[in-house]
Every structure is written in C-alpha cells, then in structure tokens.
C-alpha cells in the first residue's frame, strides 16, 4: 500500500505543470515584446514561437522554463514506479512515451528547438489537467473513465503538436530558417510513432 504518496505526487505534478504553463505563456509573452524590434518585419509573434531564428542560444526567461520542464520529466517517472508497486501492467507505449519526453526535452535545450515553447505550453496545460484528475481519483472522489480522458487528452495534445509541426516546415524554408531542426525532426518522428500506436 502507498498510502497518500499518489495522491500528493500528483497534486504536486498538477501544481508543477501549472507553475510551468504560466512562468513559459508569461516568459514567452515577455520575450515577444522586448524582442519584436530585432525581427525582420515580416514575423509574427505567433511565427517566433514556432520558429526561433537562426543562432538563437538556449538562454534567457523562456529557456529557463524549458529546462525546469525538462526537470518535471524526471518527477513524472516516479508515476511509472506507482504502476509498477500496485502490480499494475505497464504498456509498451507508456514507456515509450515516458522516456522519449525526457530525450525531447533535453534536445530542445541543447539545440534550441524551434517550436519548444508552444509544445511546452500545449504538454503542461494537458498534464495539468491529467494530473488533476489523478489527484482528484487519488483522494477518492468519483472517477470518469480514466484512460477514456488520458487517451483523448494525449490525442488532442499530439495531433495539436503535429500540425505544430507541419507548420514550422513553410517557415523553415520560406523565411530564412528555424533554430534546432535536427532536434525537430526527432520530435516529429517521435510524436508521429506515439499517435500511431
């Protein structure tokens, strides 16, 4: 028996992924407007957060949110090892899923992925809501069909990402180059082998 272990893990997992959607939007937010008079005038705000330019170096308020979320993965794992004690099975995609994320993560850093921001806020704001949810079941309020709600959260959270994705190719080629592609590729395939299975 764990006792209240679950539920707090996943109250703070909620609280974190909370902290993390808002500090990312604000940070993002903030980048935007003391940035906006570097670009050329043909970008967007919307276009810089799917596309960093070229030479862009993994540091600053947005990057310090992308590695605090890069951190969060590794808190996330001890929900694996909850499975794995109630003897409950674990499927091929959940690890996948679990320990893909953390690579994802660490190369957003290191290369500056392009895209980063918006798959942050997009991952937080669902795993928030998954969390809250556990939470919510943990403590023994009435329950939903779980993995009814966890497979449309993530399916929604992964066809998002794709189009994401897709849409970052234009910009990459038609706009003179996005920051980290090699690490968006990975992405992308590692996105489209988790929505396919």
């Known amino acids: 028996p764990l006792g209240p272990i679950p539920a707090l893990h996943s109250l703070l997992m909620t609280l974190l992924f909370v902290t993390i959607f808002a500090g990312t939007l604000s ?5 935007i407007r003391d940035t906006r008079w570097f670009w050329r005038r043909s970008k967007t705000p919307f276009e810089w957060l799917l596309c960093f330019p070229l030479g862009t170096r993994p540091s600053g308020r947005v990057f310090f949110w992308s590695y605090i979320f890069y951190l969060s993965r590794f ?13 409950r099975t674990l499927s091929y995609v959940h690890l996948l899923n679990h320990s893909t994320l953390i690579c994802m ?30 939470f919510w079941t943990e403590i023994g309020m009435p329950k939903a069909n779980f993995p009814f709600v966890i497979l449309n959260f993530q399916f929604l959270l992964l066809a998002c990402n794709l189009v994401g994705h897709v849409w970052v190719l234009p910009l990459h080629f ?3 180059g996005c920051n980290g592609m090699g690490a968006w590729g990975f992405t992308s395939l590692i996105n489209g082998i988790v929505l396919l299975l």
């Open 27 to 31: 940070s993002a937010a903030a980048e």
């Open 75 to 87: 808190l996330q794992i001890f929900n694996t090892f909850f499975s794995i004690l109630r003897h």
């Open 105 to 134: 993560s660490f190369l957003w850093l290191e290369f500056s992925q392009s895209y980063q921001v918006l798959e942050i806020l997009l991952t937080t704001l669902v795993f928030a809501l998954v969390y809250g949810y556990r």
């Open 174 to 176: 038609m706009k003179g």
